[in-house]
T-cell receptor, first 114, second 117 residues
């Protein structure tokens, strides 16, 4: 069925290095791609999103790129800091019956090593 | 403004008891979602309400789980005859879904941590 796949499931980087998390989706009609950050014991929070009419969006150290042809999008974090350590979830609206709803990837545990 | 709120924040119950979890979405949000998150796991979709449409219950794991949304606002997730495997954090999210803008941003509540002993 329609779904969202996320890789890697865990990622460790040295402080100051970059981190990249990738997601693929199957529904070609998907048009909105958010990324959520969930710190330990806290709720998921939206950190950045992109719509299908653009290929890249940046917000300070965070960027998201979208390749609609290949149906994948990626989160890029530059100059990583210890506070970036968290679980990151991608999502995409996927058809479910007559509706479309946001479907989440399985998450990536990012650890930034000091 | 006020975000999504959930109550209780923690619930400990004995196996076989029924529990009710409450979600207050952001005012004006037409879409409401329930998810389950087991320790160290991802977000498992349970049920979705959109306006006055029939809810999408495709994620409910068994007939012990049910949910209602009264007046298009507050929602209650009920788990009957709880089992130990029901132990998890139950997250609610609301969305200002706008058909014209195809907006799907979801805003999460703090969750209810359910422990079944």
């Amino acid at each position: 069925g329609e779904n969202v796949e996320q890789h890697p499931s865990t990622l460790s980087v040295q402080e100051g290095d970059s981190a990249v998390i990738k997601c693929t989706y199957s529904d070609s009609a998907s048009n909105y791609f958010p990324w959520y950050k969930q710190e330990l014991g806290k709720r998921p929070q939206l950190i950045i999103d992109i719509r299908s009419n653009v290929g890249e969006k940046k917000d300070q150290r965070i960027a998201v790129t979208l390749n609609k042809t290949a149906k994948h999008f990626s989160l890029h974090i530059t100059e990583t800091q210890p506070e970036d350590s968290a679980v990151y979830f991608c999502a995409a609206p996927i058809s479910s019956g007559s509706a479309r709803q946001l479907t989440f990837g399985s998450g990536t545990q990012l650890t930034v090593l000091p | 403004g006020a975000g999504v709120s959930q109550s209780p924040s923690n619930k400990v119950t004995e196996k076989g008891k029924d529990v009710e979890l409450r979600c207050d979405p952001i005012s004006g949000h037409t879409a409401l979602y329930w998810y389950r998150q087991s320790l160290g796991q991802g977000l498992e979709f349970l049920i979705y309400f959109q306006g006055n449409s029939a809810p999408d219950k495709s994620g409910l794991p068994s007939d012990r789980f049910s949910a209602e949304r009264t007046g298009g606002s507050v929602s209650t997730l009920t788990i009957q005859r709880t089992q130990q495997e029901d132990s998890a954090v139950y997250l609610c999210a609301s969305s200002p879904r706008d058909r014209a803008r195809f907006s799907y941003e979801q805003y999460f509540g703090p969750g209810t941590r359910l422990t079944v002993t």
